[in-house]
């Protein structure tokens, strides 16, 4: 019986210092300096605005509140709505693998 109590009282310290550690992590984040860019867009953003973004930047969507393109964090579901994603998804791909300068001419289509 003691072996149990004292397996549960470690389990519980090692939880509310986990808990203690996500917390602080989390204050961290939101005090965090996100950026020029991104903090110009948090402030400017309007309604209709839609944002693309490379994949590795998906941190812009959480941070700005704005909509972006296509984002890997958070997909549909839907049949008709997945086929929709994927189509952004192969344009941002190919969009940032272009190296012309008619980028904006690109997204056109």
């Known amino acids: 019986m003691i072996i149990i ?5 470690v389990l ?6 986990g808990i203690i550690i996500i ?4 204050n961290l ?3 965090k300096d996100h950026g020029d860019m991104m903090n110009f867009v948090s402030k400017n ?11 590795k930047f998906q941190e812009f969507r959480i941070n ?4 972006v393109l296509v984002s890997y964090k958070s997909h549909p579901y839907k049949d008709v709505e997945l086929l929709e994603w994927y189509r952004r998804y192969r344009l941002e791909k190919d969009f940032y693998k272009n190296n ?3 980028k904006c001419d690109y997204l056109k289509n």
Request: charged share 20%; glycine share 2%; proline share 6%.
């Open 5 to 9: 109590s004292s397996c549960l009282i």
């Open 12 to 17: 519980l310290l090692f939880f509310n210092a």
């Open 23 to 26: 917390i602080k992590n989390f």
């Open 29 to 31: 984040y939101l005090n």
């Open 45 to 55: 953003k309007s309604e209709n605005d839609l944002y693309l973004i490379p994949d």
């Open 64 to 67: 700005t509140g704005a909509p």
């Open 100 to 102: 012309k300068d008619d």
